[in-house]
């Protein structure tokens, strides 16, 4: 058995942490490229996994004496700064979606059931025969509106019994994990599947009365593809269908919900730029992270299921549900139409300027393009 001296596990691990810390400063530059490739937009994701890096790094640098450098070490403290300043910035991207910042969408009031309005969003894996486990979830869940996706037919056929009490539907079933179901509890108008980008990614677009019987609530629901080599090798179309919703919504004025798995996190800049095009707001802000995926691996999670609400609406309960034996845990959003309180909360809008206007019109061009090229590439294979 080898032997191991003090010198040998110091360098040990000297190089370990320098290797820790080269990659956590990578992960926390290369978003900032704005490229839309996959391998660099996935670095969107773990941010806080990052910072649980960075400070590793940080509490090692410090024990292994970093702050005080040898002649041949000058270079650490410039190293032990670049972490800590990377930590700061991480921290500070993460900071709104933890109880320590102020709520964008404030805690409900109302206390009639007339103007209330509850969602569920469900990924259910399309391969997950557990569906047991997600009818009683949705059951328990009781939500006016849910929406299920990666739901090919068998899916439809296991979720049927939801009718019985949601008869409002607007289904979609797909078997190439793009599928979706629509099952509403109040009455709809004009519900359309549209396909906004992707020819084979379809969407909700509908209205949804509340239970007060005047108000007309406009809903959208996403589930667009993500930046993942076996998806799509880039964000564009993912970026193009967000931002194409937000650009019809900025021409409205009315009570709005934006719901789904979107395939991206809170914090990315896609979903920022969203925000302040749509002039929408997302509850999580001051509630929490409630990440949503991956349902089976505790140290890897991150909220890609969302709701965008206008400000409209107040929340009244908000959770993530139990596991249904999909890679997402579900989300569950109640929320209480208050109109009055709507100036109180536009001052909590991310404002859009000419540049973030120009950036999605570009965004959209690019998004469309790529998917004509795929059309064409597809095309040719088959000739």
Not at 76 to 92: D, H, I, N
Not at 102 to 123: A, F, P
Not at 325 to 345: C, N, R, T, V
């Amino acid at each position: 058995m080898p032997h191991f001296d003090d010198f040998t596990w110091h360098t040990l691990a000297q190089a370990l942490v320098l290797l820790l810390a080269a990659a956590a400063l990578i992960a926390t530059l290369l978003p900032l490229m704005r490229q839309t490739i996959w391998w660099i937009r996935v670095f969107d994701f773990p941010r806080l996994q990052i910072v649980g890096v960075l400070l590793l790094v940080l509490v090692a640098g410090v024990l292994l004496g970093w702050h005080q450098p040898a002649a041949d070490t000058y270079w650490m403290p410039a190293l032990l700064a670049s972490v800590a300043l990377a930590t700061g910035y991480q921290a500070f991207r993460i900071l709104p979606y933890t109880p320590l910042a102020g709520k964008h969408v404030g805690d409900s009031t109302r206390t009639d059931g007339e103007g209330h309005l509850s969602l569920v969003m469900m990924n259910v894996l399309q391969y997950n025969k557990q569906s047991d486990k997600a009818l009683k979830v949705l059951q328990e869940a009781d939500a006016d509106v849910i929406m299920a996706v990666e739901t090919d037919e068998w899916w439809h056929q296991q979720l049927k019994p939801m009718e019985k009490t949601h008869p409002y539907t607007c289904h979609e079933p797909l078997d190439n994990t793009y599928g979706l179901l629509f099952f509403s509890r109040l009455p709809l108008d004009g519900c359309e599947i549209k396909y906004l980008i992707d020819d084979d990614v379809p969407s909700v677009h509908t209205k949804v009365q509340l239970p007060d019987g005047r108000t007309w609530v406009r809903v959208y629901g996403l589930h667009p593809k993500p930046p993942a080599p076996a998806e799509s090798e880039t964000s564009t179309r993912r970026d193009a269908e967000l931002l194409l919703v937000g650009r019809e919504l900025e021409e409205r004025d009315e009570p709005t919900i934006v719901f789904g798995d979107m395939n991206d996190v809170a914090w990315s800049h896609t979903s920022e730029l969203f925000r302040r095009i749509s002039g929408l707001l997302d509850p999580r802000v001051g509630r929490g992270l409630m990440p949503t995926f991956h349902a089976e691996y505790q140290l890897l999670r991150w909220p890609l299921d969302h709701v965008f609400v206008s400000p409209h609406f107040k929340v009244d309960e908000m959770e993530r549900l139990p596991y249904v034996g999909s890679d997402h845990f579900p989300i569950y959003i109640k929320l209480s139409f208050e109109p009055q309180d709507k100036a109180e909360q536009e001052k909590n809008l991310e404002e859009a300027d000419a540049a973030d206007k120009q950036e999605a019109v570009e965004k959209i061009q690019e998004g469309k393009q790529e998917e004509r090229e795929e059309e064409a590439q597809e095309a040719g294979v088959r000739a």
